[in-house]
């Protein structure tokens, strides 16, 4: 499709200059000395079909569908097409006699410029993309093609643009890449997350690609502390050069950030901490930011069942504005986060609360099993393992049955299927128990049922 325009674009722009060549010679016929009265029929049907292309010349221009612009060799507009009006909001009267400067939005580069120029001087066409400016001061984009117009002695005496509006597949394309910025992002979330448990090498991993994905030098994690407090930097991504923020405290009380991050639950943009008096003035706060040089500063809170259980931000070293897409881009990742960081306290509850049992367990001075409903062994205490004299790997090939003796079986047998019915709880019962060397002495065991939410028997103690 581009193509296509910029074909469009070369043969409206040579329709152009051969509207002005034809001009010019239209020009030199109305001098031409009258001679024979069958000559001079011949030159008047030459003028009149000369003037009906030149008028068909001149309704193509003024009804294309692309704006047309010709300037002098100083530059200045001589002529502009009603699309031009259109698309810039200036009439002809308004812009002509001015340069087409008075579109710049600044973001072409001076450098562009001169190719241009050094392109249209020479004879040739120049081909390119504006970011311009409106009357109105709206920006839009616009796809040009610039040529000289040459006269029949090849002298250059005009400059002719043609341009096309792109404004909207600029933004379409815009759009696709900011998806998939935003995917490409979101999935390096997900696979951070899922690939470790270690809580601090997720989080820095996570902060360097926000970081990278909104070219900023830093982004820190804070965590709150169990009471709530004060939250504390616990994971960070640094620009080389960058001071460390790791280990800073700030408090919750008198934070007004914090007060509208735990009100509100969204995300807060600082335009420039060095003024705002939101940001907490504490002698510390004052020194890091000095140090770490940011001016502006995105905050996003990390929520689990809607508890917020800390914050990660993005500092910019130069005043920036952050869009409405990036703070949307930037809520994603920390929802992300957020649920990844919720799995990995849980694990390490878990962990904390296993290595608890299994502390508890083996400093038991009782025998203590953990079974299956069909009586296989999970777990044993060390006190167990000492009882009857058996190390914990061979266990898996037994059930509890093998150790008590074949007459005690039927009776504990029948207990444990009425607890497996869900009969009973608990029961207590004592019979002979077999070592590994074969000695058979008396215990006394306590049974009790671990059932799942839904009903089913999972594990005998």
């Known amino acids: ?52 292309q030149l008028r068909t010349l001149s309704r193509a221009v003024e009804q294309s569908p692309s704006a047309v612009i010709i300037t002098n060799l100083d530059g200045s507009i001589e002529y502009v097409n009603p699309k031009f009006t259109a698309v810039t909001g200036y009439t002809l009267e308004e812009v002509k006699g001015q340069n087409p400067r008075i579109l710049k939005s600044g973001y072409t580069s001076d450098e562009e410029y001169t190719r241009l120029w050094n392109t249209i001087l020479s004879g040739g066409e120049w081909r390119g ?31 002719v643009a043609v341009k096309e509006d792109i404004t909207s597949r600029k933004e379409a394309e815009e759009q696709v890449v900011r998806q998939n910025r935003e995917l490409t992002l979101l999935n390096r979330v997900i696979e951070t997350a899922t690939s470790t448990l270690d809580m601090v090498e997720m989080l820095t991993t996570i902060c360097r690609d926000l970081a990278l994905a909104f070219d900023v030098p830093q982004a820190a994690t804070a965590l709150l502390n169990t009471d709530g407090t004060t939250y504390e930097v616990v994971a960070e991504y640094l620009a080389p050069g960058r001071t460390s923020a790791l280990g800073v405290h700030f408090p919750v009380t008198g934070n007004r950030i914090a007060d509208h991050i735990m009100d509100h639950r969204a995300p807060f943009v600082l335009a420039d901490v060095r003024t705002d008096s939101r940001w907490p003035a504490t002698p510390e706060n004052r020194q890091n930011i000095k140090a770490r040089g940011t001016i502006s500063m995105l905050i996003v809170p990390l929520l689990v069942n809607d508890e917020l259980i800390g914050t990660i931000g993005l500092d910019s070293v130069e005043r920036r504005v952050f869009t409405d897409d990036e703070i949307v881009l930037a809520s994603r990742v920390a929802a992300a986060l957020s649920q990844s960081l919720h799995n990995t306290l849980l694990y390490r509850q878990l962990h904390a609360s296993e290595s608890r049992l299994k502390a508890t367990l083996d400093n038991a001075s009782l025998g203590i099993a953990l079974l299956d409903p069909q009586g296989r062994y999970i777990r044993v205490n060390n006190r167990w393992i000492e009882l009857f004299n058996y190390q914990v790997a061979p266990l898996s090939h037994h059930s509890y049955f093998d150790f008590i003796h074949p007459d005690d079986t039927p009776t504990f047998r029948e207990k444990l299927e009425a607890m497996q019915r869900g009969d009973m709880e608990t029961f207590l019962l004592e019979v002979r128990l077999i070592r590994r060397s074969g000695d058979v002495f008396w215990g006394e065991i306590a049974v009790s049922s671990i059932w799942t939410p839904e009903g089913q028997l999972e594990a005998v103690v």
């Open 129 to 159: 993309q504006f970011l311009n400016k409106k009357k109105n001061g709206e920006v839009y984009w616009e796809a040009a093609s610039i040529s000289a117009v040459k006269s029949s002695d090849g002298r250059i005496t005009h400059y």
């Open 1 to 52: 499709m581009p193509q296509l325009w910029n074909d469009a674009i070369a043969l409206l722009a040579v329709l152009i200059m051969l509207a002005v060549i034809a001009l010019l010679i239209a020009g030199g016929l109305l001098a031409i000395v009258r001679r024979t009265p069958r000559r001079r029929r011949a030159q008047i049907a030459q003028m009149r079909w000369q003037e009906e």
